[in-house]
Nanobody, 126 residues
Framework: QLHLVERGGVSVQAGGSLRLSCTAS????????VSWFRRAPGKEPEGVAA???????TYTDSVKGRFTISKDNAMNTSYLQMNNLKPEDTAMYYC????????????????????WGQGTQVTVSS
């Protein structure tokens, strides 16, 4: 029902910056908890960032101070600004949404994310 499309992934040198976008179509509620996850080949998925309906932001320790999550409700789009990229950031990046009312004000990396995009590949070379 809810369709999510990620864009912006590309190959970049260490120290560079990228901005990923996630655009949603369908019946959208601006209060939904939106998040970004990533998965490197052969590794477990990792939660990266989350943004709640109250504006609170959550980040995994490895990206704090480098990544910023935001959204534009008028465009039905979430963004992940990625600065000072490192080779360890190489992964497929996915956006995900929780429709849970509880997660409106309790949005974090352990939310009940039921809607996922297809992903966009980010490759960082040293």
């Amino acid at each position: 029902q809810l369709h999510l499309v990620e864009r912006g992934g590309v190959s970049v040198q260490a120290g560079g910056s990228l901005r990923l976008s996630c655009t949603a179509s369908g019946d959208i509620n601006a209060n939904w908890c939106v998040s970004w996850f990533r998965r490197a080949p052969g590794k477990e998925p990792e939660g990266v960032a989350a943004l709640g309906g109250d504006g609170r932001e959550t980040y995994t320790d490895s990206v704090k101070g480098r990544f910023t999550i935001s959204k534009d409700n008028a465009m039905n789009t979430s963004y992940l600004q990625m600065n000072n990229l490192k080779p360890e950031d190489t992964a497929m990046y996915y956006c995900a949404v929780s429709r849970s009312v509880f997660d409106y004000l309790n949005c974090g990396l352990s939310g009940t994310f039921g809607d996922w995009g297809q992903g966009t590949q980010v490759t960082v070379s040293s």
